[in-house]
Nanobody, 122 residues
Framework: QVQLVESGGGLVQPGGSLRLSCAAS????????MGWYRQAPGKQRELVAR???????NYADSVKGRFTISRDNAKNTMYLQMNSLKPEDTAVYYC????????????????WGQGTQVTVSS
């Protein structure tokens, strides 16, 4: 009933920029925290950035100063602006959201998007 769709990934040169988007749709009453995760080949999925419904943010040390997470609550959409990209940023980036379903408003559940590939290479 809830779907998250990422977009904006692609191939970029080191030092370049990309902007990822995550659009949530379906049986949504509200969305609590949202976050971006990434998974490189052979590596564990890791948290990149997180943002609460009120706009408070947290970042992994590896991306601080380079990435900016934001959200538009009216559009149920989250963004990740990625600047000064490095080859080690190459991964599949996944959107995650803690969603309050319209049918079960007294609880929430975590949902994942399908992922979008980001490749940083010269």
């Amino acid at each position: 009933q809830v779907q998250l769709v990422e977009s904006g990934g692609g191939l970029v040169q080191p030092g370049g920029s990309l902007r990822l988007s995550c659009a949530a749709s379906g049986s949504i009453f509200s969305i609590n925290a949202m976050g971006w995760y990434r998974q490189a080949p052979g590596k564990q999925r890791e948290l990149v950035a997180r943002i609460t419904s009120g706009g408070s943010t947290n970042y992994a040390d590896s991306v601080k100063g380079r990435f900016t997470i934001s959200r538009d609550n009216a559009k149920n959409t989250m963004y990740l602006q990625m600047n000064s990209l490095k080859p080690e940023d190459t991964a599949v980036y996944y959107c995650n959201a803690d969603v309050v379903d319209r049918t079960w408003t007294w609880t929430s559940s975590r949902h994942w998007g399908q992922g979008t590939q980001v490749t940083v290479s010269s």
